[in-house]
Structure formats: structure tokens, C-alpha cells
């Protein structure tokens, strides 16, 4: 199936625009794929798994969802930042783009996982 399918729930799934890893925000691009998101866009869905290659299908998380997802810090996070968007689909407590999420668990380094609450865009 080409494109976006829906599934019920917090979850969304489509063909991935290139290889990802694991829980980088991802936006859909205008080909219908699943991209990393850059420092620019706010509205980046959280993936769950590692992606291998173009076309591949990748599950996403809808961030609007309720309950905390999984971010990719590119920095050393503490808990209760403010974490904005960076390039490579990961996020910050420095400069930043646009409001991600606030970490409820904290990051030690660059590429290091964290748990925070989505801060949705109106």
C-alpha cells in the first residue's frame, strides 16, 4: 500500500523516506514518506523502531497521543527542560526551532534516549 494507512489509535504507519533510527522525530514529506524531521519542523512524529531502507514501512507515534513518547537528545538533557527541535530529528534544551516536549527522565549525551510530554503546536 502506497502512502499513509490509518490505524486506530496513537499510531500511524507509511513508507519510510530513507533509512532512520530509532525515536527521531520524522514529518511526512510531500512524496508521502516519512522523513527526519529538521530544526524548522514542530509537528514531527516520534518513531518506534529502526528503519533499514527507502520503503520501508515505519510506525509512528502520533504525538498529539496521550501519555509521554521517546526523544533523541543531540545534548546532555535534565529532567524538567524544555526541549526544542534541532536538525536530524533530535531535540535540545538550548536554542531551538519550536516547543517539542518537557523530559520527564534525562539524557547523559548526544544520541542518549529520554522520556518527555509532547508540547503540541495549535
Known amino acids: 500500500m502506497a502512502g499513509v494507512s490509518r490505524v486506530e489509535g496513537p499510531r500511524l504507519s507509511g513508507p519510510a523516506a530513507a533509512a ?8 511526512l514529506n510531500a512524496s508521502g514518506e516519512w522523513a527526519i524531521a529538521g530544526d524548522v ?17 515505519m510506525i509512528c507515534y502520533y504525538k498529539g497521543a496521550p501519555g509521554t513518547h521517546i526523544y533523541v537528545a543531540s545534548k546532555a538533557i535534565a529532567v524538567g527542560d524544555i526541549c526544542h527541535s534541532v536538525a536530524g530529528g533530535k531535540v535540545t534544551d538550548g ?22 510530554i509532547p508540547m503540541v503546536q495549535a
Open 20 to 27: 532512520t533510527a530509532r525515536y527521531l522525530r520524522v514529518i
Open 41 to 57: 519542523e514542530h509537528d514531527g512524529e516520534c518513531d518506534t523502531e529502526n528503519v533499514a531502507a527507502q520503503g520501508d514501512l
Open 95 to 116: 536554542a531551538g526551532v519550536a516547543d517539542v516536549c518537557r523530559a520527564v527522565t534525562a539524557a547523559a549525551a548526544d544520541g542518549d534516549y529520554f522520556e518527555g
